[in-house]
């Protein structure tokens, strides 16, 4: 009898998680970053890899992988990225 109370358990256990794995978006390679000034978070996806690549050709600076940017670098960025929206970064052509 024991046994069918933890199969039971399993079940309601699956029957409870399925939906939420079902509705899950796919966010390969996609890291949030917090913005402690801002209090919002940044998803790493390719949008903002060219946006990150934008504000690094308008500030006259190499290239670093944003992975390695700390500190107040990674500050300075997400200021700037605030007063840049994706529709001043990304015009239709």
Sequence with gaps: MR???ILGGLILAAWVIA???AV???HRGEVRY???DGRDYHVWNSNEDRAYRFYLNDQHREYREWRTVRGPAQVEY???RHTHPD???FVAR
């Design 3 to 5: 046994h069918f109370s």
């Design 87 to 89: 529709s001043v970064i």
């Design 34 to 36: 917090y913005d402690r």
């Design 19 to 21: 939906p939420a794995a």
């Design 24 to 26: 899950a978006e796919d």
């Design 78 to 80: 997400f200021r700037w």
